[in-house]
Every structure is written in structure tokens, then in C-alpha cells.
């Protein structure tokens, strides 16, 4: 990873600057799909990177309460210079490591059928791709689920 670069647990400050971006890093409306919900009450268990004080990158993601060996997932942002880099595999990792640590056995997460680029990347670090599920999110909404067993 590029030097300056650190990675610390979000705040729900934090929102601000992820919603500041996230369009721009996407090329497209995307921010509908990261309330501000998410670092009010699941901060704790999400990821802030940061380049000489910017942001370079975040996860959003939670110990699933329904499901105890669970963790999910929910988003991904990599700032656009910093992609390549390996970073997204850290803070999926620093994820993953938290999420042992609590017990969870499995990290969940899902995309659309039309996002090849994570379903490529979560096929790389070993996650279980099933789909397209058609209706997941509703009619005419398919999605592409991921699952990784988490390992000692």
C-alpha cells in the first residue's frame, strides 16, 4: 500500500466525505445506496482509508444481529487513483480479521449481475459467487451473492 496511507474504524462523521465522493468514484448515482444510517449505528464495524488525511477509500460493513456467525458487507469505495493499489483487499481483510474475532464464521455480501469487476475481485480473494438470484431485491431486481468461509 502507498506510503501515508492508514486505515482506522469509521465515525458517523465520516459520512459526509464518503457521500462528498462516492458519485464521482462511481460515474454514476450510487449514493442512494449508502444511508447515512449505515455509519450512525454500524461505524464501529466499518472501514475509513485515508491518503495524507483524504479519503482514499472505505467498507461498510456489520456483524449481521439475525445471524450470529455472520458478517456483511454492504459497500466498497475506492478512491479512483488508489484502485489497483491492493487496498480494498486490506480493508476486506481487516474486515474479515474483526469479524473472526467476534466469532463469525462467514462474511456475506452482494452486487449486480452487471458489476463484473466484483464479482471478479470476490472471486479472487475467495468468495463463493452464486447467481444472478433472479428477483433478489425485488421483480426484475437480480442480484449476485458472495459468500466466503472464514478460516483459523
Do not use: K
Not at 54 to 69: H, N
Not at 72 to 89: K, S
Not at 96 to 102: E, K, L, Q, V, W
Not at 131 to 147: H, L
Request: with cysteine.
Amino acid at each position: 500500500m502507498a506510503t501515508g496511507l492508514s486505515i482506522r474504524p469509521a465515525v458517523p462523521t465520516d459520512y459526509d466525505a464518503i457521500a462528498g465522493v462516492v458519485d464521482d468514484w462511481w460515474g454514476r448515482p450510487v449514493l442512494q445506496a449508502i444511508p447515512r444510517l449505515f455509519l450512525d449505528h454500524f461505524a464501529s464495524t466499518s472501514l475509513v482509508a485515508e491518503h495524507h488525511g483524504q479519503l482514499a477509500g472505505f467498507l461498510i460493513g456489520f456483524f449481521a444481529p439475525a445471524e450470529s456467525l455472520c458478517a456483511y458487507i454492504h459497500f466498497v469505495g475506492v478512491h479512483p487513483n488508489h484502485r489497483g493499489t491492493g487496498l480494498a483487499r486490506e480493508l476486506y481483510g481487516r474486515f474479515g480479521a474483526a469479524a473472526r474475532a467476534h466469532g463469525r464464521t462467514m462474511i456475506r455480501a452482494i452486487t449486480s449481475p452487471g458489476n463484473v469487476g466484483s464479482v471478479a475481485f470476490h472471486r479472487a480473494l475467495g468468495f463463493v459467487v452464486d447467481g444472478p438470484i433472479a428477483d433478489y431485491n425485488g421483480p426484475g431486481r437480480d442480484m449476485i451473492t458472495f459468500e466466503l468461509r472464514l478460516t483459523e
